[in-house]
């Protein structure tokens, strides 16, 4: 007998669906990306509690330390998507954090640059396919418009993570010589086992793809796919190397990449260096830990706050641009000036424009590709270009700069972007730029170009649609056009 199509749900309902599905996706992802940013970024803490000077490093050895975990992050990602699309999301995110965790335990027990090297190497090969994998876990749960917010309420525990990691550290250093080991060692071993914990809790946690989620019914499966489809449309869900090969040659996904890249730079730097800096505007080692918290704290609201009214507007190109503004503002406080408060306030104003970057663009992205193995390509090849901006990231900040650090703050002035501010109010092609040199307005006139195109491509494709009003495709046709992604006529970008 032939099954009926069912109705789609009523707001109400639809709202229920969503907030049940929130319940069960959303808290589990926000612990791991919590204990994923506070593993990659505890060595900034562990640097205050005498790391360098236990394990001899000199020069720039704790800056290759930093930077040597970025190639091989860069290299798992594609593959790991892939890995995503093929087995049962739970069982591979489970491995990565329980390889991981042990990478960090590990750490705590090195004893010369050598043994930091190759742990931060491995950390590096095992992290490297949990960011990307969960953005495209959440582009098969959410509509193109949801994802904005989940993906911020995510990214947001990575900023929890700076704050949470100055808190635990600050109390982690009075345990200095317990057991004959550093306050640093016992940062490394006490977050590393947490993680083993949470690891094997993700395995059972973890759910997979709608049409096999357990704790919905039948009737909320089909709603889920309904819903994903007619906002997408029927492209092809098929795993078919060809869309991987499509991704590759995408131009528009290297500009994401590069919008990326300026964007993970500073966030890197940030989270890597922030307890230095606020050390060297004149705090103890102690009170450094705990005074990197509020910038953090507010940043996390600042994440969730534009992701969610970029969402509401099915808009994220502007809200890049504005964020970027007020990280260059607060970069700028922290490079012209040597008073602490004006500093700090700096660090507060540079955080806030930062880290909201991060999952605007990277939602931005995943919403503007077709078809579910060329967006997690797309969606890999995207995290890629943010860490390319982590190896420049662990250079930024060098010891012979200190205290100041007047170079390293330029430095990401010219990551993030900077250009005149008619050229926001024009969003114009005919952009008018500064005598400044062209690193300096690089986030900013990629946003602004893509922002741009997009809206001229939807407008194109619009256009067309209506000179062809009476060649409507019939949903057979569709069909036969789903393996063009998002290159199908009837395909429309956020802009």
Request: net charge positive.
């Amino acid at each position: 007998m032939e099954q009926t199509q069912q109705a789609p749900f009523d707001a109400k309902a639809t709202k229920r669906l969503l907030r049940k599905i929130d319940f069960h996706i959303i808290p589990i992802m926000c612990l791991i990306c919590l204990l994923c940013f506070l593993d990659r970024a505890n060595i900034g803490n562990a640097r205050l509690d005498s790391l360098e000077s236990d394990l001899g490093l000199v020069g720039l050895q704790y800056n290759d330390c930093l930077a040597v975990l970025f190639p091989f992050y860069i290299a798992a990602e594609i593959p790991s998507n892939m890995m995503m699309k093929r087995i049962r999301p739970s069982a591979w995110l489970a491995f990565i954090m329980f390889a991981w965790s042990a990478c960090i335990i590990g750490q705590g027990f090195v004893e010369n640059y050598q043994g930091l090297m190759a742990t931060r190497a491995l950390l590096g090969l095992f992290e490297g396919g949990f960011f990307p994998g969960i953005n495209f876990y959440i582009t098969q749960w959410y509509r193109r418009n949801e994802c904005g917010l989940r993906m911020a309420l995510i990214f947001s525990s990575a900023t929890l993570a700076g704050a949470f990691g100055g808190l635990l550290a600050r109390a982690i250093a009075e345990m200095s010589g317990v057991g004959g080991m550093s306050a640093w060692s016992w940062i490394f071993t006490i977050e590393g086992l947490a993680s083993i914990v949470v690891s094997v809790l993700a395995y059972w946690a973890v759910h997979g793809y709608p049409a096999s989620a357990r704790f919905l019914t039948a009737t909320e499966r089909q709603e889920v796919q309904r819903r994903l489809s007619a906002d997408s449309g029927p492209l092809s869900d098929d795993f078919d190397m060809k869309y991987v090969y499509q991704a590759l040659t995408d131009w528009k996904i290297y500009i994401y990449m590069l919008i990326c890249m300026a964007g993970f730079c500073p966030v890197y730097s940030f989270s890597l260096f922030l307890p230095t800096i606020v050390k060297n505007m004149g705090y103890s080692a102690n009170n450094a830990q705990l005074m990197s918290v509020p910038p953090y704290v507010l940043a996390c609201i600042f994440t969730i706050g534009g992701s969610t009214l970029a969402d509401r507007r099915r808009q994220r190109g502007v809200f890049l641009l504005g964020f970027q503004l007020v990280a260059i503002f607060g970069l700028a406080l922290l490079a012209s000036s040597a008073n602490p408060t004006i500093q700090y306030t700096g660090t507060v104003f540079a955080a806030i424009g930062i880290y909201p970057q991060i999952p605007l663009g990277l939602a931005w992205n995943g919403s503007n590709i077709g078809g579910s193995l060329k967006r997690a390509t797309g969606i890999a090849m995207q995290v890629m270009g943010g860490n390319c901006g982590g190896i420049v990231a662990s250079y930024v900040y060098l010891n012979r700069d200190a205290p100041r650090y007047i170079a390293g703050h330029s430095i990401l002035i010219g990551f993030v972007g900077l250009v005149r501010l008619l050229s926001l109010l024009t969003f114009s092609y005919d952009l008018l730029f500064s005598n400044s040199h062209p690193n300096c307005r690089m986030a900013f006139v990629l946003t602004l170009f893509m922002t741009t195109w997009c809206r001229r491509e939807n407008e194109r494709r619009d256009a067309v649609a209506r000179a062809a009003v009476n060649d409507e495709l019939t949903l057979e046709q569709k069909l036969l056009e789903k393996e063009l992604a998002d290159g199908v006529s009837w395909f429309r970008y956020t802009v």
